[in-house]
């Protein structure tokens, strides 16, 4: 056995934190962690075990939480310290009427959320839109994006790897190949700060949102260059990939599915479904776009990610992938025949395979659009930009004729019978 100064500088470093760890853990109390259980516990026993645990630490009934239809070992990979599930209310919006090149056809969409008059908002816009005709979509761009940095001693140095990287594409793809089946990098772009060099990879991903599946190509072709290049070093993320934030960069250049919806409202439709005229429509429209230009927004749309967390949670997405998402723009325009309006959501990233989109009801909801499965994501994406632009549609309408917080006491806040 070593000597206490026998270990290294690094070994002693690591020792202290361990005695430092068990310090704090004496002081908290070992029963106060939760068990872990093998393999994480996803039996049902054993997930049974942790709430019965949790029940008596907290003195709280965990009766609902408890309540799973399905068998609880298809969490595994979902969720850690699984004890149950959370029941959020699901309806349904539609139907709303698509044609696009992947998704054509009457749609309902299931929509998981506890806001009350939601739901009925979006249903309502989805109607209107149906009623004048339907939504064209278009898938315009499919690409997911991942930003590494690589580090350099100087500025010239940094400007050499710039110019060399993208001569290199063909090798990074083959490497990038090697650690996935699914996922093809297709694009790269240098962006030379200073003396670093911040590397925008772009990959198609198939049916999956495939984030995991990126990050691990991209780390092997980070290795493959500090095997072939002489950098100082490279961090996998830098943030300029906007994963999970609002940026700029978003707006510009994309991630995940680039999708646009478009329709025209008929004056008659309007004023039927909608209770509200062109003119007025236009109004809350352009008068709210001097809202968001003084507030400096990102985009701009009326509530995109009221839309994108309820269908996000209802069909099993990354929920967090909302703030990225609800980065959009719409658009209405005043015609002679009535008013057209759109939505163009440039990072909405979806998938319909991988992730929690497998889990028994987020399947069934995925289902329920004809697009569980392989070869359906886009087909998803049009389908969520049509629905999307019913939300629009309808608070807009809300607000031109001050229906907004008439409907939210009718459908929400006061509970109606």
Known sequence: MKKAEEFTGQEQSSMGRVLEEESALKEFGLSDLLPRLQN?????????????????????????????????????????????????????????????????????????????????????????????????????????????????????????????????????????????????????????????????????????????????????VCRWVQANYRISSYLIFSGMCSEKRASGFLMSRGKGKRVTAGALLPHDVLKMYLHATAEQMFRVWQSTVIGHLQAGTIGYNGHYANGLTAIFIATGQDVANVVNAACGVTSFELLPEGLFVSATLPALSVATVGGGTGLPTQREAISMMGCYGSGKVKKLAEIIAAAVLGGEVSMAAAIATREFVAAHEHYGRNRPK
């Open 40 to 220: 994480q516990g996803y039996s049902a026993e054993r997930v049974a075990r942790r709430r019965r645990w949790l029940e008596e630490k907290t003195k709280v009934s965990l009766r609902h939480i408890g309540d799973c239809s399905f068998d609880t070992e298809e969490l595994r990979g979902n969720i850690e310290n699984p004890i149950g599930v959370a029941q959020v209310p699901m309806g349904v919006a539609g139907p709303v009427l698509v044609h696009g090149r992947h998704a054509n056809g009457l749609f309902y969409v299931p929509m998981a959320t506890t806001e009350g008059a939601l739901i009925r908002s979006y249903e309502r816009g989805m109607v209107a839109l149906t009623r004048g005709g339907g939504v064209q979509t278009a898938l315009l761009e499919d690409e997911n994006q991942i930003t590494p940095t690589f580090f350099f001693d100087d500025v010239s140095s940094a400007l050499e790897f710039s110019e060399w990287a993208p001569q290199h594409l063909m090798q990074m793809q083959a490497e990038a190949a090697r650690s996935t089946q699914h996922g093809k990098l297709t694009s790269l772009k240098c962006y030379q700060v200073g003396r670093q060099v911040l590397v925008n990879f772009g990959f198609s991903t198939g049916d999956a949102q495939g984030m995991n599946m990126i990050v691990k190509a991209a780390d092997a």
